[in-house]
């Protein structure tokens, strides 16, 4: 066999080679986000028209982006006052659905931007909290879309119900103690005051303003 039939066919096993291994590989990387992601997973392939390749490049984007997100820690008493916020909207919700609803979206989104995540946009918050909390980010989609929903008076009681259960769930995991937290109380002390989380904004509700309580 000459020298040049001998390299045509290496180059010929080379490529045959890289052809059968390489749809593992890619088959690999998207069960591995699937098994990360879940249901976001699922949700975003539905989006790109069950295509599972797409879905993979744009959740691999977000782990690039946000993969590496520096958490920010909560003091003790800040973590309690925004525990008691989200109680007083739950009771509020018994009387005046939309307006809970509203707030509660604003307060999710306030806790998140404290915990380091996105504040420029939704969308820009959505991708970001996927990334850490996969299995519960469609709690602020549902309340963002409820509150949206309300504020045009097309809202229906129990969607408006399930996206605050939705949304109470993601709210939890974003109050759950962190490592950074307790580096934040040590600090406390030194500092001259404490910054408390911001209350919800009031929103003009019909021909009332409803406020934080």
Known sequence: MSVGIGIICGAVVAIMTAL????????????????RFGPEFDRIAAQHHGD???????????????????IQGLTV???EQYAAQWAGLQEQFVDCPGAAVAKANRLLSHLAAERGYPAESHALQIDALS?????RVDGSRQLHMAAQKAANGEAEAEKMRQAMVAGR???????????????ASKA????AIWRRPRSVPAQRTGDRTQTSG
């Open 77 to 79: 008493p800040a973590r």
């Open 131 to 135: 990334v850490h909390h996969p299995h």
């Open 52 to 70: 599972q390749k797409a879905a993979a490049r744009e959740l691999g984007a977000r782990v690039r982006r946000f993969g590496r997100l520096r």
């Open 169 to 183: 769930l993601l709210f939890e995991e974003l109050l759950r103690t962190q490592p950074q937290d307790e580096r």
């Open 188 to 191: 406390l002390p030194r500092q």
């Open 20 to 35: 059968v291994l390489v749809p593992p590989v890619a088959r690999s990387r998207s069960s591995g986000l699937r098994a």
